[in-house]
């Protein structure tokens, strides 16, 4: 929102001496909305606003990287105030001085420094915002992140419970629901701990996918957990062959996790227990619904730490099953 209010209102910036910042680093993982945040932020303003990926900068001839640095910014002072973004950046701005002497190099830097001069070139009141994505902030030039090129560094983290139960409820008012939007969302946010706005979307298109494929006409709760638990542990393969002993042998190892962490009190709720195979080595798991506390106790390590080991202990009441998971050492 500050930008917003930089290029809506400049002048009562610069009525007081201050200057309005050149650029902002967007860093984060990917699927988080670095580019919806810049379109967001060049709708709020209303602003005209122009995006190109790095690797666009990029062809097999000497001096076109550079020419199309100048291009772009030439348009964005020509419709000014506007905005440009630059996704994946780290596609052009790596530092200088990595990576040999090859020809496809000295040409990544000439648009590197192309770009760098443009940035610091127009002037305070042009009233180009420059905005930047990249989850690779580390390999990045120094030059590039200096204060009068980039004075911000925003950085977008995979969202809390509360924000994973706002960005349902925007995908979800697209879908045919039995049940109000808030119903699921709640629910939906609680199942779903690390999981980034491009993982949300698509946890809702498979719901939808998996409520046509079995000619449903609204979606239920069940094709969400469905759809989560086929994008968590990947297919189910109910046809993949298994004898009974490995059967039996999953059953008594996730049970074993199940009942310690049943019994323990400063474990994670159990969630569900399945023995159906998914993915390409998974023949089973316990889910649990996992705390988003940025600090544990001992008696929460440990515990965590018996209901890890509680399907190798299983296994140990009976001799015959003795064969533990790589999970329970993980």
Same mark, same amino acid.
């Given at each position: 929102?500050?930008?917003?209010?930089?290029?809506?209102?400049?002048?009562?910036?610069?009525?007081?001496?201050?200057?309005?910042?050149?650029?902002?680093?967007?860093?984060?993982?990917? =699927? $988080?909305?670095?580019?919806?945040? *810049?379109?967001?932020?060049?709708?709020?303003?209303?602003?005209?606003?122009?995006?190109?990926?790095?690797?666009?900068?990029?062809?097999?001839?000497?001096?076109?990287?550079?020419?199309?640095?100048?291009?772009?910014?030439? +348009? /964005?002072?020509?419709? *000014?105030?506007?905005?440009?973004?630059?996704?994946?950046?780290?596609?052009? =701005?790596?530092?200088?001085?990595?990576?040999?002497?090859?020809?496809?190099?000295?040409?990544?830097?000439?648009?590197?420094?192309?770009?760098?001069?443009?940035? !610091?070139?127009?002037?305070?009141?042009?009233?180009?915002?420059?905005?930047?994505?990249?989850?690779?902030?580390?390999?990045?030039?120094?030059?590039?992140?200096?204060?009068?090129?980039? !004075?911000?560094?925003?950085?977008?983290?995979?969202? !809390?419970?509360?924000?994973?139960?706002?960005?349902?409820?925007?995908?979800?008012? #697209? &879908?045919?629901?039995?049940? !109000?939007?808030?119903?699921?969302?709640?629910?939906?946010?609680? &199942? $779903?701990?690390?999981?980034?706005?491009?993982?949300?979307?698509?946890?809702?298109?498979?719901?939808?996918?998996? /409520?046509?494929?079995?000619?449903?006409?609204?979606?239920?709760?069940?094709?969400?957990?469905?759809? %989560?638990?086929? %994008?968590?542990?990947?297919? +189910?393969?109910?046809? #993949?062959?298994?004898?009974?002993?490995?059967?039996? $042998?999953? *059953?008594?190892?996730?049970?074993?996790? /199940?009942?310690? =962490?049943?019994?323990?009190?400063?474990?994670?709720?159990?969630? #569900?227990?399945? %023995?159906?195979?998914?993915?390409?080595?998974?023949? =089973?798991?316990?889910?649990?619904?996992?705390?988003?506390? &940025?600090?544990?106790? #001992?008696?929460?390590?440990?515990?965590?730490?018996?209901?890890?080991?509680?399907?190798? *202990?299983?296994?140990?009441?009976?001799?015959?099953?003795?064969?533990?998971?790589?999970?329970?050492?993980?």
């Amino acid at each position: 929102m500050e930008f917003v209010h930089f290029l809506k209102n400049p002048k009562k910036y610069e009525e007081l001496g201050a200057k309005i910042p050149k650029g902002a680093l967007l860093v984060g993982p990917p =699927g $988080t909305g670095k580019t919806l945040l *810049a379109k967001a932020t060049a709708g709020e303003s209303g602003v005209p606003f122009m995006s190109i990926s790095g690797s666009d900068f990029m062809e097999m001839f000497v001096g076109v990287g550079p020419s199309r640095v100048r291009n772009l910014f030439q +348009e /964005a002072r020509q419709c *000014a105030p506007s905005i440009v973004f630059i996704d994946e950046i780290d596609a052009i =701005g790596r530092a200088r001085g990595r990576g040999g002497f090859s020809g496809s190099n000295d040409e990544r830097e000439s648009t590197l420094n192309q770009l760098l001069v443009e940035m !610091d070139g127009f002037g305070t009141t042009a009233g180009v915002v420059v905005l930047a994505g990249t989850n690779r902030p580390d390999i990045l030039d120094k030059a590039l992140l200096r204060p009068g090129r980039f !004075d911000r560094q925003i950085t977008i983290d995979k969202p !809390d419970i509360k924000g994973r139960d706002q960005i349902f409820r925007i995908y979800l008012t #697209k &879908l045919k629901l039995d049940n !109000d939007p808030t119903y699921f969302s709640q629910r939906l946010a609680a &199942l $779903t701990p690390g999981f980034a706005g491009a993982d949300i979307a698509n946890v809702c298109n498979e719901a939808a996918l998996i /409520a046509a494929r079995t000619d449903e006409t609204q979606i239920t709760m069940q094709h969400f957990e469905s759809a %989560i638990d086929r %994008i968590i542990g990947g297919l +189910e393969k109910k046809n #993949k062959v298994i004898s009974k002993l490995e059967r039996r $042998t999953v *059953a008594y190892h996730e049970a074993g996790h /199940a009942v310690a =962490g049943w019994f323990l009190e400063h474990a994670e709720p159990l969630l #569900k227990v399945t %023995i159906v195979p998914r993915g390409t080595a998974a023949l =089973g798991f316990a889910q649990y619904v996992p705390n988003e506390n &940025l600090l544990m106790t #001992k008696e929460q390590l440990f515990d965590m730490t018996c209901m890890t080991l509680g399907g190798r *202990a299983a296994e140990e009441v009976c001799p015959s099953l003795c064969i533990f998971s790589d999970e329970d050492f993980c």
